[in-house]
């Protein structure tokens, strides 16, 4: 293996793994991402350690767990507030600092609107970093503007206009009624910006590039010809960006549900063509073969196709549509191409691979992740029985026969056989031996150090005058 190889990790938020071809969707296209993970490795069953958004990437920048968001301390004029959700602390270090210190040239580009807020401090150890604007309620443009031909498309515009300064459809507008092609889209920006960087640092070795690209997040609004490959074209509705985060009985009709799910795809295919650009363009440059490179995502969402009917990602809902992520990686000279493995892994797990293919010492960092070399290549890996995640007042535990979701008080909430059940469609919990809850509940407080920290929400953000 070279030494400190060119790396990439590029992460695409809200991804549904069973959203892919490469796993096992015939429906959405997505012929980048799938010949990717046929030169790659593809792990089937990857989860994250905590959710939403800021958690999840303060373990990936870390490679430390950031559950069960113990010290949570909400950051003043945040856009969201929820247990864990703040910056890195600022002594502890991050991925792009020790590859800086190692010897790397680091970059990193984003249009993540929740990077954005003053305070998250996430470009610590970049060398060369942008942030692309205009996504969801991003405060970039001002809401005064909106046109208000614009708006009637998702609703009564005197309505909308009436959220004014901080609606989502508001900014929505504000942001997005001068994007006329796909190119002019926040997407193609992180990968334009993207491609610059390796064609700019080509010879500056080696380097290292973190893309975070916010699409298939909300707010839905895939262009028009992406659109188009998977919408209804007789449907006459609205355009609905968001839903509430509940069931979608009495809420949606199924045709605004498939609505939904159209333009989510399109962002799917959106988010594989360009991330098929970039691939180009490594292979371009001669830079592809012997790259790291590490495709995941944080999350995904659910769409009704769940126990409880849900839309949206409530803390509650921690089904497979939000807890399965893509995690597909592609090793230096092709090495493993095409293997898949079924064990329990972390998203932290792939920061430890990237430190691993540094040349960085994992072992000197407290590093909770594992190299995917010693389970790919060495025969070293630590096999989990199990995980645990927090999102919320909702923590969650899954082995290779149970997937149980617990509030946070200990109550439990659901429970799915994954032997008879892998798509959690039956929860079984009045059916469940008490001793299978006690078991995930004392894994979930080991993880925890003993205890699930609980916040009273309105009185933290009351004392920092959330807006």
Not at 89 to 100: I, K, P, Q, T, V
Not at 136 to 163: F, L
Not at 180 to 197: L, Y
């Amino acid at each position: 293996m070279p030494d400190k190889i060119n790396t990439l990790c590029i992460v695409s938020d809200t991804l549904r793994t069973d959203y892919l071809g490469c796993y096992g969707n015939k429906f959405i296209k997505t012929p980048n991402l799938d010949a990717f993970a046929r030169d790659s490795v593809v792990f089937e069953w990857a989860h994250p350690e905590s959710l939403p958004t800021i958690p999840y990437r303060r373990s990936l920048h870390t490679g430390r767990r950031a559950y069960p968001f113990k010290n949570y301390k909400p950051v003043r004029w945040d856009n969201v507030y929820l247990p864990g959700w703040q910056p890195m602390d600022n002594m502890e270090d991050s991925l792009a600092e020790n590859l800086f210190n190692a010897g790397y040239y680091t970059g990193f580009v984003s249009d993540v609107p929740h990077y954005f807020v003053p305070g998250m401090n996430f470009t610590r150890g970049a060398q060369q970093w942008e942030f692309v604007r205009g996504q969801a309620e991003d405060k970039w443009r001002s809401p005064a503007v909106a046109p208000y031909g614009e708006m009637s498309k998702y609703g009564d515009p005197e309505q909308i206009k009436k959220q004014f300064p901080g609606g989502r459809i508001l900014r929505h507008v504000a942001n997005y009624y001068h994007i006329h092609s796909e190119e002019e889209t926040s997407t193609a920006k992180v990968f334009r910006w993207a491609m610059d960087f390796v064609q700019d640092n080509r010879n500056v070795h080696p380097f290292y590039l973190y893309a975070d690209c916010f699409a298939p997040h909300e707010s839905w609004e895939a262009p028009d010809d992406y659109l188009e490959m998977y919408a209804d074209p007789n449907y006459k509705g609205k355009n609905i960006l968001s839903t509430a985060y509940a069931p979608a009985d009495g809420r949606y009709t199924e045709e605004e549900v498939e609505y939904i799910k159209a333009h989510y795809c399109g962002l799917v295919s959106l988010v594989d063509n360009w991330f098929g650009t970039l691939i180009n363009k490594l292979k371009r440059l001669g830079l592809y073969e012997n790259s790291l490179i590490v495709f995941t995502s944080d999350h995904g969402t659910n769409f009704t196709d769940n126990s409880e009917n849900v839309i949206g990602k409530p803390h509650y809902s921690l089904f497979p549509g939000v807890m399965h992520i893509p995690l597909i990686v592609h090793f230096p000279g092709g090495e493993g191409a095409g293997k898949r493995f079924s064990d329990l892994v972390y998203n932290t797990d792939a920061t430890a691979t990237i430190y691993d293919y540094a040349g960085v010492d994992i072992n000197e960092l407290d590093i909770h992740g594992q190299s995917f070399r010693k389970l790919v290549f060495d025969n070293e890996w630590q096999e989990r029985e199990y995980l645990t995640c927090r999102y919320g007042d909702t923590v969650w535990y899954r082995d290779q026969k149970n997937w149980i979701i617990i509030s946070a008080d200990g109550k439990a909430r659901c429970v799915f056989d994954l032997e008879t059940d892998l798509k959690c469609q039956n929860n079984i919990l009045d059916n469940t031996d008490e001793s299978v809850i006690k078991k995930a509940w004392k894994c979930i407080l080991d993880d925890a150090g003993g205890e699930i920290p609980i916040y009273d929400m309105k009185k933290m953000t009351d004392a920092v005058g959330r807006k």
